[in-house]
């Protein structure tokens, strides 16, 4: 058994902060498809940082690798002071990872679901239950505990499925769309509850479709068709593309990868 | 510690425990389970029979002496035949089996029984509609084994000198539920081992969770043995309850030993859960697995041997047989309580069963393996 199972040296970035997350010339192809090309990248310890782009630019991909789904086709990474690819199952104890697809159990309760993850992440005895207790009182979870995870709202799923990927305090966390089909209000406690854990120097990897999330990252990146086109906070990133906001950007990227609007709408028409 | 494939035990009993919750909770499905083997018993056992009893019969009897009801009460006796009425003529008799009335007609000349004390070689005549060859066939057997045993006990005049006697071993009144009960037992395990270990991991799939488990430290060995082990209990209560029930409602022997049974069965078992695993890594969505699971079904039924005899096939049937584990389970459990064989028997039949498991859990680990990452 590794007695590190806290973060290894992580290397330090030019301004002097540990970096979290590294990828080195990362790509990934699917047969003909070049998912993700060439992608480099630093993100730093207790960082938000945004995943942008539009749909099938890449991002899922990319933190697929980062999670060790993927095997990345060429390049390398390393998360949390440790190598994607030597070193997997380190990687794997030092992250969280949520998806749109919540991956919770519907006919478990909150509360063994909550249960089940910490005990796969190692916690055992008054240490788990100590944790299920901070877990549940921080995300509000105390009064559905005995609620089968498939009759809550999305709202809540979203709330119990951050609470089992975060039962063993990861450093770092990956949200793959963690608020698609989310209600305003679930959203916006979602995200404090986000910047409560970078405060706490959690690193986040997000990626999102809502500029108002966007907005509220430290930096964001734009992938387009699998590449990275620009890096920066998001006040740098506009004016890079002569837009004025983030969602012009976006817009703008999309209408680049999949054609213009009024174009596409003409093709439907001679469909 | 890690172990072979790392496996930690800290990962299985969790594992373990999520799987019981959800299987208690899965209403359907645990009704399934147990419900199947009893609805399947009754279809195959009660519904489907190859022998033929009770074909419905009618007498012409121009005889009408004691000798001549004496052979309609034979024949009857023989359970082949329920004399359902007497006609008057032939023309009657094919206007009843026409009709389906009967199937079977009895015959008895005039001369019967004067022809039979004079020892002039009585005849009596059985007609059987053969249209379906399978019904008739048992028909046709009892009236012939009746007519010789009458005819040599008439030319002595007393007690038969030679009585034709066919003794069916192990199976004495030739009953299809004796033959097929046993064999029902490996046909369910068959089916609801492939069908529910490989919906149950599709599942997993289907709803994001597999792909949640793979981002946690979890090994892969505890996470396939935390998804097999309670199939394999599942597959025991199936067992049993087809045991019970078939010993019950249609009293098939038991003659070997049952720890011997149970604990060669674990073979049989485990090699369907590797091929359900199998499923699993082929199969996208839990549709798939279900078709995939139906289409092994079918050659296990056919080819087997669970329903029709392998040595009647052809050579390509056969070998195809041969790649089934059920076919080799068939011959243990036959062997077993039919014939009450002992380890020495069937020792060769399980340990090609122990082989088809750890190759079909080698081949489906590497391929799950490979497909979670």
């Not at chain 2, 066939?137 to 006697?165: F, K």
């Not at chain 2, 599709?202 to 097999?228: C, N, Y």
């Not at chain 2, 045991?243 to 011997?260: A, H, M, W």
Request: proline content about 5%; charged content about 20%; glycine content about 8%.
């Amino acid at each position: 058994m590794t007695a590190a199972v806290a973060t290894a040296a992580e290397p330090l970035g030019v301004s002097g902060h540990p970096i979290a997350v590294r990828m080195v010339a990362l790509r990934k192809v699917f047969g003909p498809i070049v998912a993700v090309d060439d992608v480099t990248l630093e993100i730093l310890r207790g960082e938000v940082f945004g995943l942008l782009g539009p749909n099938g630019s890449g991002k899922t991909t990319t933190i697929r690798m980062l999670c060790g789904l993927l095997t990345p086709t060429l390049g390398t990474a390393s998360v949390a002071g440790y190598d994607v690819g030597r070193d997997p199952e380190a990687v794997k104890r030092n992250i969280g990872y949520m998806s749109q697809k919540y991956g919770l159990y519907d006919d478990l309760t909150v509360m063994e679901n909550i249960r089940f993850y910490a005990t796969i992440y190692g916690l055992h005895g008054v240490a788990r239950a100590n944790r299920i207790a901070e877990l549940t009182s921080d995300m509000g979870l105390d009064e559905r505990m005995n609620q089968r995870a498939g009759t809550l709202s999305g709202g809540w799923k979203q709330r119990l499925a951050l609470a089992c990927a975060t039962a063993h305090r990861p450093p770092v966390l990956f949200l793959d769309e963690p608020t698609a089909g989310v209600d305003p209000a679930s959203r916006r406690r979602f995200w404090e509850r986000i910047h409560e854990l970078a405060r706490g120097g959690t690193t986040i990897l997000v990626t999102t479709h809502y500029m108002d999330e966007a907005s509220q990252c430290t930096r964001l990146a734009f992938l387009s068709r699998g590449h990275l086109i620009a890096v920066g906070t998001p006040a740098e990133i506009p004016p890079l593309f002569g837009q004025t906001t983030i969602e012009d950007v976006f817009v703008s990227l999309q209408d680049k990868d999949e054609g213009p609007l009024v174009g596409r709408a003409a093709a439907g028409a001679a469909r | 510690m890690a172990g072979p494939f790392g496996f930690r035990s800290a990962h299985v009993l969790p594992m373990l425990q999520k799987e019981f919750i959800q299987m208690r909770r899965d209403r359907l499905t645990l009704a399934m389970l147990v419900g199947i083997p009893a609805i399947q018993l009754m279809l195959f056992g009660f519904a489907i029979r190859t022998e033929v009893r009770h074909l419905p019969m009618v007498l012409l009897d121009e005889s009408r002496t004691p000798q001549s009801r004496s052979l309609a009460e034979v024949l009857q006796n023989t359970g082949n035949f329920d004399i359902v009425g007497s006609v008057a003529n032939r023309d009657a008799i094919r206007i009843a089996i026409e009709r389906g009335d009967a199937h079977a007609a009895l015959v008895i000349p005039p001369d019967f029984a004067s022809r039979l004390l004079r020892g002039n070689g009585a005849q009596a005549q059985v007609i059987v509609d053969a249209a379906d060859p399978l019904s008739s066939g048992a028909a046709i057997n009892a009236a012939a084994i009746v007519s010789a045993s009458r005819a040599m006990a008439s030319r002595n005049g007393r007690a038969p000198a030679l009585d034709v006697r066919v003794r069916p071993w192990y199976n004495p009144d030739l009953r299809n539920s004796t033959y097929i009960v046993p064999g029902l037992i490996g046909v369910l395990l068959s089916l609801t081992l492939i069908l529910v270990t490989s919906m149950a991991i599709v599942r997993e799939r289907e709803r994001g969770t597999l792909e949640q488990l793979i981002v946690t430290p979890i090994d892969k060995a505890s996470l396939m043995i935390g998804k097999i082990v309670p199939f394999i209990l599942v597959g025991y209560v199936q067992m049993t309850v087809v045991l019970i029930l078939g010993k019950l409602l249609f009293d098939i022997p038991i003659r070997g030993s049952v720890p011997l049974l149970y604990a060669v069965t674990m073979g049989f078992i485990v090699a369907n859960l590797g091929i359900g695993l199998l499923v699993s890594t082929i199969a996208e969505t839990q549709a798939q697995a279900m078709q995939l699971s139906f289409m092994l079904l079918m050659p296990n039924i056919l080819l087997s041997g669970f329903m029709f005899p392998r040595e009647a096939m052809p050579p390509v049937a056969q070998w195809i047989g041969y790649a089934l584990p059920l076919t080799f389970f068939l011959r243990i459990l036959r062997g077993i309580l039919l014939r009450g064989s002992g380890f020495a028997q069937i020792w060769t039949d399980a340990a090609v069963l122990v082989v088809f498991a750890l190759g079909l859990v080698v081949a489906s680990a590497t391929r799950f393996r490979k497909t979670v990452g």
